[in-house]
């Protein structure tokens, strides 16, 4: 089987280097994806932040809950006492606290705005984005209309479109091709890091046939990729796909959608309690996927349930 390993009993875990894992309990089947948990990306913002509040005798703020998962803003508040703001005039950003942009970055005025009331700004936007960012701002400055492709309200996309000034158009789908405006001859394309390359194609080829020249940065992450390719090897090899990670979290739903495009039963779960045994009573095969905002110790738990529930039933049967 492509990219699967057979190693009982293996948990080590090491984020993006972790191995693919396959575990029996009873008569089922669970197999781990390859690429599940913490990118590179998120792991490096979790970091930063663990550290930044470890040294710095203020307080220390996220702009924004840090990552899409619930259980992990916990615990940065529980042990490391790291609280979220929401708004930029927020009073606690002040003198002596320290503000954590997350990785999917902000407008360069927001950074300016904390700075100006005193607040010391500690940037993590992932570099990618930053990439991404900085292709907006060069399209822009070489007069290109700015497309970016994603979703308008997601913070990434309303921080790269801030590199372009503000001056370009968000599509979200199809639906919105309209929105470029009929005079612009040269347009310059951008993608949200967690977009599925099939329909940003789509979106470039209805472009084609709007401007004279279009140029195009294809933005969307590795990350994004190699676990849209174990979705689809997942769903595959398996009857039922768990996919865990947070509700609001971008490229955690964009898995189930794939695993579901490929014919397996999704399950979206943000904790290990909210699997829905009932679904799998005829499962022979469970594929366990994970959005790269999912820490690790929350799929450990996910799998030591599934394992703990099929081994009863078999001792029971
Ligand atoms: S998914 Fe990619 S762009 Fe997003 S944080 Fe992770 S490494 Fe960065």
């Given at each position: 089987m492509t990219g699967i390993r057979t190693e009982m009993g293996h948990n080590k875990y090491t984020g993006d280097l972790r191995d693919v894992t396959r575990y029996t309990a009873g008569n089922v089947q669970i197999n781990i994806a390859?690429?599940?948990?913490?990118?590179w990306g998120v792991d490096r913002a979790y970091e930063q932040t663990v550290a930044t509040a470890n040294t710095k005798d203020g307080p220390v703020y996220t702009?924004?809950?840090?990552?899409?998962?619930p259980q992990t803003i916990d615990l940065l508040n529980s042990k490391y006492g790291v609280d979220y703001i929401e708004?930029?005039?927020?009073?606690?950003?002040?003198?002596?606290s320290t503000v954590i942009i997350r990785t999917h970055g902000v407008p360069p005025e927001v950074q300016d705005q904390f700075r100006d009331k005193g607040a010391e700004v500690i940037d993590a936007t992932c570099p990618y984005v930053r990439v991404t960012q900085n292709y907006a701002q060069l399209l822009h400055k070489q007069k290109y209309h700015v497309v970016i492709i994603g979703d308008p309200k997601h913070p990434e996309v309303i921080s790269i479109l801030a590199y372009a000034k503000g001056e370009g158009t968000v599509i979200k789908?199809?639906?919105?091709?309209?929105?470029?405006?009929?005079?612009?001859r040269r347009l310059g394309v951008v993608v949200q890091s967690t977009l599925i390359l099939k329909k940003v194609n789509e979106i470039v080829n209805a472009l084609l046939a709007r401007a004279q020249e279009v140029r195009v940065f294809n933005t969307i992450c590795y990350v994004t990729t190699e676990r849209q390719e174990d979705a689809e090897t997942i769903a595959k090899q398996n009857d039922h796909v768990i996919v865990i990670g947070g509700k609001a979290s971008s490229n955690t739903k964009k898995l189930a959608i794939v695993a579901e495009s490929f014919g397996a039963k999704a399950q979206l779960i943000e904790?290990?309690?909210?699997?829905d045994f009932a679904e799998l009573k005829e499962a022979k095969r469970i594929g366990i996927l994970a959005g790269?905002?999912?820490?690790n110790w929350l799929i450990d738990r996910a799998r030591d349930m599934l394992i703990e529930h099929f081994t009863k039933v078999a001792v029971a049967s």
């Open positions: 390859k690429h599940s948990g913490y990118c702009f924004g809950p840090l990552i899409h998962n708004e930029v005039d927020d009073e606690r950003a002040q003198e002596g789908g199809m639906q919105d091709i309209d929105k470029i405006p009929k005079n612009k904790k290990p309690q909210e699997i790269a905002s999912t820490p």
